[in-house]
């Protein structure tokens, strides 16, 4: 099985841009390793900058000459941790473009209804805007509200999330503090709304937004719909944490809807296999480019009914090869959609 690479962001051919690249990487670098508590490895470098581990080693190696205080220690697992310490640079100004985006998404999610998160961006672009000296600011302003202008988000049908800022910080300092929360949670039932204590580990954020906990006697992760919580307090009553990784969590799902993971395999017309090698529908996903022009997906996950929508969405385009459930409710939607079309 071949696993192609994933899409890099176009590298600019401009000889101004390949001049000063190298620069430009070894200031980012100086940045990522002060900003850094507990420092980076060289293959967490190579991600951040988007270069290979060569590239890194030879920063890395510049920046030993440049900055005496460059230092590493080994981790648990032995793997070597760099780091600068906080001093080497004067506060560096933002650049228009880095506060264009934060103002930018801050507008995107409040759209969306997610005012807890564009509060927390607005606040972040603000402190950096008090980085830059009046003058300066003067002149970056009318770029900054000029890449506002230039770049959007495109509107996409279907729920919006409403999340107020104050009922996130107090799930948030649960969350960080293994504190219970207590709350009302209105369930998909028409049962009237009940006070719960829970135990929460996280959020995820989709289509809807998730809380991600098990109630207080028992062990078992749950998604409880923020949007179906209502007066939260987080109680000083701790719960006894236990390991919990939400990315493998999430990994389990296609979206948010838990169930025991099946393999899936896909098959992608020639006429889609280039669009469709650009998506990443999972995080373990393999592609196989097949000798007709074809594109093969493989990935293991849960959370058929949600992949079923999505894969409607590319019409004949693709074939599922597995499983049998998967091809099932596909019938179904196509089934319905003549029936409609009628």
């Not at 369930?187 to 829970?198: F, H, K, L, N, S």
């Amino acid at each position: 099985m071949v696993e192609l690479p994933v899409a890099k962001r176009p590298v600019s051919r401009n000889p101004a841009v390949m001049r000063y690249e190298p620069s430009t990487n070894l200031l980012r670098l100086v940045l990522l390793l002060s900003g850094s508590r507990m420092g980076l490895t060289l293959d967490e470098m190579a991600t951040q900058l988007e270069v290979g581990r060569r590239t890194v080693e030879r920063l890395r190696d510049q920046l030993t000459i440049l900055f005496p205080g460059l230092t590493y220690s080994d981790d648990d697992s032995r793997v070597r941790r760099w780091r600068l310490p906080q001093g080497v640079l004067p506060p560096v100004p933002p650049t228009p473009s880095a506060l264009a985006t934060l103002e930018g998404l801050a507008r995107d999610l409040s759209t969306q209804g997610d005012s807890a998160r564009a509060a927390d961006l607005r606040d972040a672009a603000a402190s950096l805007r008090a980085l830059l000296p009046p003058a300066r600011l003067r002149q970056a302003e009318p770029d900054i509200e000029a890449l506002m202008r230039a770049e959007g988000s495109a509107a996409h049908p279907g729920p919006r999330l409403k999340l107020d800022r104050a009922m996130m910080t107090e799930i948030r300092a649960a969350i960080l503090g293994f504190r219970k929360l207590e709350l009302t949670y209105r369930p998909a039932e028409p049962r009237a709304p009940g006070r719960r204590v829970i135990c929460p580990y996280g959020v995820l954020y989709g289509r809807r937004a998730y809380l991600v906990a098990h109630t207080e006697t028992g062990e078992e992760m749950r998604l409880w719909r923020l949007d179906r919580i209502s007066d939260v307090s987080a109680l000083e009553e701790n719960f006894p944490a236990q390991e919990f990784d939400l990315a493998s969590y999430a990994a389990r799902s296609f979206g948010v809807f838990q169930e025991a993971p099946q393999d899936v395999v896909l098959r992608f017309s020639s006429g889609a296999a280039n669009d469709a090698a650009e998506w990443v529908f999972h995080p373990n996903q393999t592609m196989e480019p097949q000798e007709d022009g074809t594109l093969i997906v493989q990935f293991r996950c849960g959370g058929m009914l949600e992949l079923s929508w999505h894969l409607f969405t590319w019409g004949r385009e693709v074939k599922i090869c597995e499983p049998d459930g998967l091809v099932e409710l596909m019938r179904e939607w196509r089934g319905m959609e003549a029936e409609m079309a009628e």
